[in-house]
């Protein structure tokens, strides 16, 4: 029986993301991913690609807002509650697309900034605004929308998929490092490459196209430190490389709302 083992939200792209035991399952993905975003002077996005230290940057969840710390450091803090937003819309670029967003506000700014050690403003996408799911490999699905995720809703994972890369590595890596949204037990390594239409509590969801993986995992979520050995993107490199890209994960979409939990069973169609 497949279940789901772990959930994660990412509520500011790029930076650390928090477990959770259940979510709502809005329109765009589970509540409060990646509904905010740090973006550069000229409004383009930034994410640990070029700026590894924002993994050092932890997120948490209260009752009226979120609360970001760098490294665990609870005296180095900012608390960013949900109605802080400015009026004014302003358009902001991820990867090809141009997106609505509203800013945090002069704090956040400077706060960011100073833990980055470059200048970036912190925005938020309000519910008016709606990004398509429009994906640099051309799939397009009507009516799908995204937050400031890279392109999809969800990334699913399982965990046998890990423990089969772990065991090939000389150092074992935590699945943080693959930023999943949805993480199963209970099948084989890779079984998520092959899932279609499946529900979970009644919602359903559609695997759409296995995820192509960039240098991020290579980063260790901890430290923020890069793997000088290129791992472990070099190991997975050498057995799931297809078409020139190295695969692990599974993005989908979905259809309906509600809520789902840890252990909540995973039924293929």
């Not at 409004?43 to 609360?67: C, D, W, Y």
Request: charged share 25%; with cysteine.
């Amino acid at each position: 029986m497949l279940r789901l083992s772990q959930l994660y939200i990412y509520p500011i792209k790029s930076l650390a993301g928090i477990a959770i035991a259940s979510s709502e399952v809005t329109d765009r993905g589970l509540q409060y991913d990646r509904r905010w975003m740090l973006v550069d002077e000229n409004n383009k996005f930034i994410s640990q690609r070029q700026n590894p230290e924002m993994a050092r940057l932890h997120t948490a969840l209260t009752a009226t807002g979120l609360v970001v710390n760098n490294a665990g450091n609870l005296a180095n803090r900012i608390e960013i509650p949900f109605e802080s937003m400015e009026e004014e819309l302003q358009d902001v670029t991820i990867w090809r697309t141009t997106v609505a967003a509203k800013s945090v506000g002069r704090e956040a700014d400077e706060w960011f900034s100073e833990q980055l050690g470059r200048r970036c403003k912190l925005v938020y996408m309000p519910d008016g605004s709606r990004r398509p799911v429009d994906t640099s490999s051309g799939i397009k699905p009507a009516g799908k929308i995204t937050s400031f995720s890279d392109g999809y809703p969800f990334l699913l994972l399982g965990q046998a998929s890990l423990d089969d890369l772990n065991d090939r590595l000389a150092e074992p890596v935590s699945i943080l490092r693959f930023r999943p949204n949805l993480v199963f037990s209970g099948g084989i390594p890779y079984q998520e490459d092959e899932f279609a239409d499946f529900k979970i509590n009644g919602i359903a969801f559609t695997g759409l196209e296995n995820c192509p993986r960039c240098n991020v995992p290579n980063i260790d979520p901890k430290t923020a430190e890069v793997s000088t050995l290129n791992q472990p993107m070099k190991t997975l490199a050498s057995y799931r490389t297809v078409n020139r890209k190295i695969i692990l994960g599974r993005d989908l979409i979905h259809e309906g709302t509600g809520t789902i939990s840890v252990g909540d069973e995973i039924v293929l169609s």
